[in-house]
């Protein structure tokens, strides 16, 4: 019984948080990597650029609301993200239009299109700050909870309650749907495949007649259903504020490098390897240990690893050890 | 004469802007402004050491920055005895413990052969010595975290004037930029922005976090100064015969003799406050202007030839027999360095230091705004970028209030767009900050002042 209730106790502490956190990250990391991977640039309005998405997603939220509309038990937001996602491809491609285009051209290097993207990362910022405004926003409704951490220890009869929050589940769930979709894009048809072409050897394949801007075209789509879906499922899971999703930036950029950037699987796996490290060195370990071991063993101390105060900083680290040891990430992605 | 015009122009132009917010604003807000200008040009010009000189790109200014202010508290501070007594040996332990993991695993890098055993070994080392840090050192820091947790509860400083930390928060950054160089410096540019980035990020982390050092975020606050305060000089009998001669013609104009004395007080008042501003900004521009010079005949010397060449083209460089390497560690720290001092003459100008405040778009984005609108490579250009950006950054909001009344001047206040547009006033300068980058970065791709070559 001891042996279920520190598995429960796991599974409600580490394992589904960390795996929905991981999704979040996971998303945005294969954004930062797609963009790194074809239009070759580290993009530092990434965080911004998710803000923007999810600020239209919960304009639209509100409209609908206000309509009266709602999918009952699931919240209103799903049915705005798509409306959301279309906001954040024109915001996109207007930016690449008016700014990233010209650099792009001009065949500047890497350096100054990063250079760049901060200008657009101040813009993005300052315009989501107008609209919305910078505080903390909720947007959020319909049920809560698919298992109520009460309802699971009467139901089993452990000591140890599982609740599951709908957000996490579905934020697995559209993950799941959306990296399938992704990867079957990128692996299965024609303009997916050319866009790996452009992203292996530019010149190749422009030789081989692919058209590179219908190519960027993709590229800014893709990005922006990511950007826009990843933001949203973050604010539903915690909450909408400018700043945390600017902050959002480093551990996406940090999955995106661990996982071998330029590489979508390897940046997707990466937001997971991020998520888990950071919750499986920040979790206070005494109540597991308290189950599992015998009575006379029990620990002092709270058996913390790191403080939760370091959590960033863990993942962080990890990524400074990944690029001492093996600069191209854990899945080979591009050669530094 | 002649080939400086742009430089002296765009100078005279920023000093009359500065001019025009004291006549029309308040000199207070003047000075202030001045004084943070004065030392974002420090920053601006450690980080354009890096970048203008070298092309080394920093992302890890905030980190630098923090570490200077931390600087600040450690040297100013009186030393808290009684927290020494309770768990000084511990520290002083845990200290001593670094020192050995740290000579163990150089005898390990120099005497082995890098092989998988190595590194693992390595690791193996760094994981069993943080943990043991810790356990060891976790009782001392529990009982300095609670010698009197709402005033101290930290270790203190060594309460030597503040002036020092300058100096020592050159050295704290220089010592931070080493490591960071020896880590990172062989990657690619883009890999070393977001790499400095995070490591600033686990910098500002530590400061916030470790509380027996640096109070983290319950802040130190009534840090000494280097200048008189306010209150002192009110009461001092030359300021305000000082301040009644400055303002003669303006107080013989009032009959009355009470209305007189009032007034006084009153003038006494603002100019105390001017007057610690004014020395502030007389010790920072000692400091500039010593940089200045330093940096002035650096880019000047061989040592400065190199660098550029270095930095045009690195092979080239190499192959004529220049250490790469070695020099952009130096020149990385150097940088660095100079932020550090830039950190501990903010938290000296403050007389607080808040580690929540670090945050990069302040700290690091914003300086590098400053570097890329003045004009990487020109120390001239540096300094001016940090005055114009800090100049904009702090008048933003009534400019954007002024243009907004005026475009809306037709529509009622109680239209809902302008009330939110006026509420939203505060934002419109990282719109200003954005569209200046792009714009400059778009058209004059040299900034303001572009970097220029003589031959001498």
Known sequence: MDFLNAIILLLNYIFIPALTYGSQLALGAIFVTLIY?????????????????????????????????????????????PFGIIFMILYMLLIDKFVFKYYRYQKSPPV????????????????????????????????????????????????????????????????????????????????????????????????????????????????GILATIGGALYGLDKSFKPFTYFNNMLPIFAAAIVGGIGNPFGAFLGGYVIAFSEILLTYAYKKFFIYV???????????????????????????????????????????L | MRKNLNVIAAYSIMMVLILMVGIFQSWNIALSIFNLCLISAVMTMG????????????????????????????????????????????ILMALWLIVVMVLVIRFILKRFEKSKIRTYSIAAIIISGILLIRFSAEPGIEAIEAVDPAKTGFLGGFGLPIV???????????????????????????????????????????????????????????????????????????????????????????????????????????????????????????????????????LYSPWGRMMRAIRDNEEAANAMGKNVVKQHLLIFILGSAIVGIAGAMLVTQDGLFTPGSYRPMRYTFLIWVMVIVGGSGNNFGAIL????????????????????????????????????????????????????????????PKGILPEKIEIK
């Open chain 1, 112 to 223: 100054q299109f990063a250079m760049v993207s901060i200008g657009v990362m101040f813009v993005t910022q300052a315009v989501v700050r107008i609209i919305i405004g910078p505080s903390d926003r909720r947007f959020f409704d319909g049920e809560k909870f698919i298992i109520k951490a009460r309802e699971f220890k009467e139901m089993t009869g452990l000591n140890e309650g599982l609740a599951l929050k709908s957000t996490q589940v579905i934020t697995i769930f559209v993950t799941i749907v959306l990296v399938s979709l992704l990867f079957w894009f990128l692996n299965r048809t024609k303009t997916g495949k050319s866009m790996k072409a452009y992203s292996d050897n530019e010149d190749l394949a422009l030789l081989s007649g692919i058209d590179p801007k219908k190519i960027v075209l993709v590229t800014w789509v893709i990005a």
């Open chain 2, 47 to 90: 980080a354009n050491i890096q970048w203008g000189y070298a092309g080394l790109i920093n992302f890890g200014i905030m980190g630098y920055t923090a570490l200077g202010g931390l600087a600040a508290v450690l040297i100013s501070v009186d030393p808290v005895q009684e927290a020494w007594r309770a768990g000084g040996f511990d």
């Open chain 2, 164 to 298: 020092f930390s300058w100096i020592v928060g050159a050295l704290f950054a220089g010592g931070l930029a080493f490591i960071v160089g020896k880590v990172a410096l062989g990657l690619r540019a883009d890999y070393l922005a977001i790499a400095t980035l995070l490591i600033s990020e686990i910098v500002i982390a530590i400061i916030k976090h470790e509380d027996w050092l640096t109070r983290g975020v319950k802040n130190v606050i009534g840090l000494k100064r280097p200048a008189p305060y306010e209150v002192d000089l009110q009461t001092t009998d030359w300021f305000i015969r000082l301040v009644e001669k400055f303002n003669s013609g303006k107080l013989s104009v009032i009959e009355n003799l009470a209305d007189r004395q009032a007034a006084l007080n009153q003038l006494v008042i603002e100019g105390s406050s001017v007057f610690v501003k004014l020395c502030y900004s007389g010790l920072f521009l000692v400091v500039v202007i010593i940089l200045l010079i330093l940096t002035q005949k650096a």
């Open chain 1, 293 to 335: 071991l015998p009575e006379s063993m029990e620990p002092e101390g709270l058996v913390q690893l790191l403080s939760t105060d370091y959590k960033f900083a863990v993942s962080f680290s990890i990524l400074v050890i990944v690029l001492l040891y093996r600069p191209s990430g854990i899945f080979k992605g591009k050669v």
């Open chain 1, 37 to 81: 991977g074809i239009l070759r640039f580290a993009n530092f309005a990434t965080g911004d650029m998710m803000s923007f998405g999810t600020m239209a997603t919960i304009l639209f939220t509100w409209y609908f609301q206000s309509l009266g509309v709602s999918l009952g038990v699931l919240p209103t937001a799903l049915l705005a993200i």
């Open chain 2, 385 to 444: 970028g940090g005055f114009v950006v800090w100049f904009l950054w702090i008048e933003a909001a009534p400019i954007s209030l002024f243009l907004i009344n005026f475009f809306t001047a037709g529509i009622p206040e109680t239209n809902a767009l302008k009330a939110h547009l006026i509420e939203s006033v505060p934002y419109f300068r990282f719109l200003l900050m954005g569209l200046g980058l792009l714009f400059i970065m778009r058209y004059r």
